[in-house]
């Protein structure tokens, strides 16, 4: 149980998943100790700042904020002021430590001990009682509560994120994450099934597993297993009503996983695979690692296998050299395969990766806002076309929380759907009459006797 102390922290995340994920055991790990949450940084006793470095616009969010930061430094001389994420990654560390000196510690993604190895440092953990278990030590403690929701979320939260791969080792050439996230390793079983596990008896419904390659989880492990091994075991969690996993890479989803996404109820249809670009020529200066007939293929084989599935993708525009021929492929692939939402980035220099070494950017930032434009337009067209299929039928809404006096949750395909109706719903499946559809949401009511309507 946490221990209860008037110390504070305050936690800002940007990034990813799997920055929402470390944030969660960081926040735990420091509750564990008597850290109580805090929402300004200006008097916390610990600040940590959570970051993405994925594209250049991100990396300048930090610096601006990093700005700010040293001002409340400044002023509270005392904060302890921490730095965690993809800024950091594996061995920037000490180059960061020259140029921002009044940062105190800097963590590695999903990896928070040099803040606790700092606080151990400072004598400050040595007044926290250990635990009932008197075998357990304040550090095995601290390791172990990444399990328990932070005090913020229990009793609020429905869906909560699970890594079970950390790192990746493909290395595509536009991509930072290998440099920041260290080496491709999964996670033993036993531990993902203890976070879940725990995580439902504190009321989660959902868990999203993530990866930078999720479908290659295992294949790492002294006993190797799949992903697919890893949903069926995790499906068989009592209480836990869905599951979802992002991101694939098309090169590993195997029929099998495929199998297992049909076969098992909890495991939702609902596939996040990158394409990244329509045309050969740019994926290979990607070295994505397929063609554009092999991703065809895949979808094939998905659409084939599960007719109902949603497909996500991710697109980037303007990778260095990208004509307007090759653009327009992406913007065909599009058209082709009609994807169910489509995350579009433009494409924006990392240090170290071989595009920046070897490659030029030269597609304007205005010629990439406007290839960007033009997907997202298509999407739109694209979108409002598929929801609009959906009015007159009920879907299942895992009910995440309240948005003005409307619910607000997801079906298992992912889509957004707002209804009105009574309170208490918070963690339940209602099924939903869709009435109105958007591009990005739906709205509903449900089903007669579903729900008491008061
Ligand atoms: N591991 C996943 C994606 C991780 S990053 C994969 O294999 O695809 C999330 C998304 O950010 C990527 O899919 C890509 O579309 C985008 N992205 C990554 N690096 C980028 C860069 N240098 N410029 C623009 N977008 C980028």
């Known amino acids: 149980m946490p221990q209860k102390t008037d110390k504070t922290y305050h936690l800002w995340t940007m990034g990813c998943q799997m920055n929402e994920a470390d944030s969660r055991h960081l926040a735990s790990q420091l509750e564990t100790i008597g850290y109580q949450p805090q929402p300004v940084p200006e008097g916390a006793d610990v600040v940590v700042m959570n970051t993405c470095v994925v594209r250049q616009q991100a990396e300048d969010k930090i610096y601006g904020r990093l700005g700010s930061l040293k001002t409340v430094k400044e002023r509270f001389p005392q904060t302890i002021l921490g730095v965690m994420g993809c800024l950091v990654g594996v061995k920037e560390a000490p180059t960061l430590q020259k140029r921002f000196p009044y940062v105190d510690v800097f963590m590695p993604p999903s990896d928070t001990s040099p803040l606790f190895d700092y606080l151990e440092n400072r004598d400050l953990l040595h007044d926290v009682p250990a635990c009932e278990q008197e075998d357990r030590s304040v550090r095995d403690m601290i390791q172990d509560s990444i399990n328990l929701l932070p005090a913020e979320q229990r009793g609020r939260a429905v869906t909560a994120f699970v890594p079970v791969v950390l790192g990746c080792s493909h290395a595509c050439t536009f991509c930072i994450i290998p440099y920041r996230r260290g080496v491709e390793r999964s996670r033993p079983s036993d531990d993902i099934i203890r976070e879940v596990r725990s995580l439902v008896s504190q009321g989660i419904r959902e868990v999203m597993l993530l990866g930078q390659i999720v479908d290659r989880y295992g294949l790492d492990l002294d006993t190797p297993s799949t992903l697919s091994h890893l949903l069926r075991e995790v499906a068989r969690v009592d209480g836990l009503e869905r599951l979802r996993f992002l ?38 200066r990607m070295r994505r690692g397929y063609t554009v007939e092999d991703y065809l293929a895949i979808v094939e084989r998905i659409r084939d296998r599960l007719p109902t599935a949603a497909l996500h993708t991710d697109i980037i525009v303007g990778f260095p050299g990208e004509s ?24 924006s220099t990392r240090p170290k990766t071989v595009a920046a070494r070897k490659m030029t950017d030269n597609v304007t930032d205005a010629e990439k806002s406007r290839r960007r434009d033009l997907l997202d337009a298509l999407q739109k067209q694209t979108l409002t076309t598929k929801n609009r299929t959906l009015i007159g039928e009920t879907v299942s809404v895992l009910v995440e929380g309240k948005q003005n006096d409307r619910w607000r949750g997801r079906t298992p395909q992912n889509k957004l759907v707002f209804f009105q109706g009574p309170e208490g719903l918070l963690g339940d499946t209602v099924e939903v009459t869709v009435g109105w559809a958007g591009p990005y949401s739906l709205v509903g009511r449900p089903l007669a006797g579903c729900v008491q309507v008061s």
């Open 324 to 347: 307007e021929t090759q653009f327009m492929d992406t913007h065909r692939l599009m058209e082709t395969v009609g994807f169910d939402k489509v995350h579009l980035s433009k494409y």
């Open 247 to 284: 991101t694939s890479h098309p090169n590993w989803m195997t029929d099998a996983l495929l199998d297992t996404i049909g076969e098992e109820d909890k495991v939702c249809p609902h596939i996040e695979l990158p394409v990244q670009a329509g045309n050969n020529d740019v994926l290979e």
